[in-house]
């Protein structure tokens, strides 16, 4: 079991489930979405998935035509995000896990959206696309 939160810890939850597809994403949407060079995010089932404490403070943003984010209404932190694509799936946003994960990220994608004054230095996969 993993336990989360928001940055102001408004909204809590936790997984009772593998974390899978543990991913960092360079497209253009979750670099604007994290504010930084790219989002590290995974997959857990949605039945395992529970919000502890602050679900009336999460707001929504639909994205795209499938995607939709949730935020802490408070402090803005994107806590995960669902997809019509996968809808037995959350998707979590890993930094917002506490404690060690027992796994690593498996690679990066979307690499065809990453901005150039950014290099990948490590030696996980790259895939252009997803």
């Known amino acids: 079991m993993h336990k989360g939160s928001c940055l102001c810890k408004t909204v809590?939850?936790?997984?009772?489930?593998?974390?899978r597809r543990f991913h960092h994403c360079h497209c253009q949407t979750?670099?604007?979405?994290?504010?930084?060079?790219?989002?590290?995010?995974?997959?857990?089932k949605a039945s395992d998935f529970r919000?502890?404490?602050g679900e009336n403070e999460v707001s929504r943003y639909k994205s795209s035509s499938e995607k939709t984010r949730f935020f802490c209404s408070n402090c803005g932190t994107h806590v995960f995000a669902t997809c019509m694509r996968d809808p037995g799936d959350?998707?979590?946003?890993?930094?917002?896990?506490?404690?060690?994960?027992?796994?690593?990220?498996?690679?990066?994608i979307w690499v065809s959206?990453?901005?150039?004054?950014?290099?990948?230095?490590?030696d996980l996969?790259?895939?252009?696309e997803w």
């Open 125 to 128: 996969p790259q895939h252009q």
């Open 30 to 44: 979750c670099r604007k979405t994290h504010a930084t060079v790219f989002g590290s995010s995974a997959l857990v």
């Open 113 to 122: 959206h990453k901005p150039d004054w950014y290099e990948i230095g490590d």
């Open 12 to 19: 809590t939850f936790e997984i009772d489930t593998k974390i």
């Open 90 to 108: 959350v998707i979590l946003r890993i930094g917002t896990l506490d404690g060690d994960l027992g796994i690593k990220a498996q690679g990066h």
């Open 51 to 53: 919000i502890l404490s």
